[in-house]
C-alpha cells in the first residue's frame, strides 16, 4: 500500500506584502499547508486567499520569539519577507528602526530552527548594491551606504550564519524593482495606474532611467524554486531579465488603461543620486533553478489593469 504523503507546512512572514500575497496563492496551489504572520490589525489581512490550507496569526515581527511555543508541530520551509519602516526614505533611513529589523530576521532563523525547518528563504533588496548602475550580476560586489541597505545586507549575513549553525539550507534573493497587485500607491507603477484609473495625466521625469521590473507572480515563482532545489547558501539578484527605459513602462500602463490622456515627461526633476541603469543577470537563476519569468510587462499590467 503505497504511503500517503503529508503536505508539505510553510510559515511565512511579510504575508499581506504583494509577494507574500502572491507566494502564499502559489504554494496554496501546491496544496502546501501555509501559516502567513501578519501585523496585529493590519487591513490587508483581507487580500489573502480564502483557504483551508491556509492559517493566518496575528503577531509583530518584535513577537517571533514568543511564537516558538505556540505554534505545533514541525515545519518544512520559513520563508522571511517581512521588514519594517520601508514606507519612504525617512524610515528607510532611520539607523535605529533598520537595526531592529536585524535583530527580526535573526528571530526569524531561531523561530525556523525551533520549528524544524530545513530551509530559510529570506528577501534582500537592490540596495545591498547601493552604487552598483548597469547590470548586477552574482559578483556585483555589495556596497550599501543608506540604512535600510546596510540592515538587508547584514540581515543576510548573520542569518546565513545562524541558518549554518543549526543545518538550515540558507537562501536569498535580491529583488531590484517588484510590481504588482496590493502595492503602495507611492511606487512608480502603482502611482501611474491611480493617476490614470482617475483620469488624470501622471507627472513624471524624464524617465530616460533603464529598468528592470518583475511582477509579484513571477517573483514569488523564484523564492519558491530557490526553497525547493537552491544550492546551499544561494544569493541571487532577482529581476525579469528584461528591460526598458521607464519611459516605455510608463507607456505600456497609459496604453491599458487610458490611452487618450497625455503623460506628463518632463514636469518632475530626478532625485539626488538617480541611478539610471539597473538591470540584473538571470542567467544563473536559470541555470541553477531552471527559473522562467512567464509574464511580460504587457501581460502582468493587462491583468492588474481589470481590478481596476
Request: overall charge negative; proline content about 6%.
Amino acid at each position: 500500500m503505497d504511503k500517503v504523503m503529508k503536505p508539505m507546512r510553510v510559515i511565512v512572514t511579510g504575508a499581506t506584502g504583494l509577494l507574500g500575497i502572491a507566494l502564499i496563492d502559489l504554494l496554496l496551489s501546491k496544496n502546501m499547508q501555509v501559516t502567513a504572520l501578519v501585523r496585529r490589525g493590519s487591513e490587508r489581512t483581507s487580500f489573502l486567499p480564502q483557504s483551508p490550507l491556509l492559517t493566518t496569526i496575528e503577531a509583530d515581527l518584535s513577537q517571533l520569539e514568543e511564537l516558538a511555543g505556540k505554534l505545533t508541530g514541525k515545519y518544512d520551509i520559513f520563508f522571511h519577507l517581512g521588514w519594517t519602516n520601508t514606507a519612504n526614505r525617512v524610515q528607510r533611513g532611520d539607523f535605529k528602526a533598520q537595526l531592529l529589523n536585524v535583530g527580526y530576521a535573526l528571530d526569524a532563523v531561531e523561530l525556523a530552527h525551533a520549528l524544524g525547518c530545513s530551509v530559510f528563504i529570506g528577501a534582500g533588496s537592490q540596495s545591498e548594491y547601493e552604487d552598483a548602475e548597469g547590470t548586477i550580476t552574482e559578483l556585483t560586489p555589495t556596497n550599501p551606504t543608506e540604512p535600510y541597505g546596510i540592515a538587508k545586507l547584514s540581515a543576510s549575513l548573520f542569518c546565513k550564519q545562524l541558518c549554518s549553525k543549526y543545518g538550515i539550507r540558507f537562501g536569498w534573493l535580491r529583488i531590484l524593482s517588484m510590481f504588482g497587485h496590493y502595492d503602495r500607491e507611492t511606487t512608480f507603477v502603482s502611482h501611474i495606474i491611480k493617476e490614470l484609473s482617475n483620469n488624470r495625466s501622471p507627472e513624471l521625469t524624464k524617465c530616460e532611467q533603464i529598468w528592470d521590473y518583475i511582477y509579484c507572480k513571477d517573483a514569488a515563482l523564484a523564492f519558491w524554486l530557490l526553497a525547493e532545489r537552491g544550492k546551499p547558501d544561494a544569493v541571487y539578484p532577482l529581476a525579469s531579465g528584461s528591460s526598458m527605459p521607464l519611459r516605455r513602462y510608463a507607456e505600456i500602463i497609459r496604453d491599458a488603461i487610458s490611452p487618450s490622456l497625455p503623460l506628463g515627461f518632463g514636469i518632475l526633476p530626478y532625485p539626488p543620486g538617480q541611478k539610471m541603469n539597473m538591470t540584473a543577470d538571470i542567467n544563473p537563476l536559470i541555470k541553477d533553478l531552471g527559473f522562467n519569468p512567464t509574464y511580460t510587462f504587457e501581460q502582468a499590467i493587462a491583468e492588474i489593469a481589470d481590478l481596476y
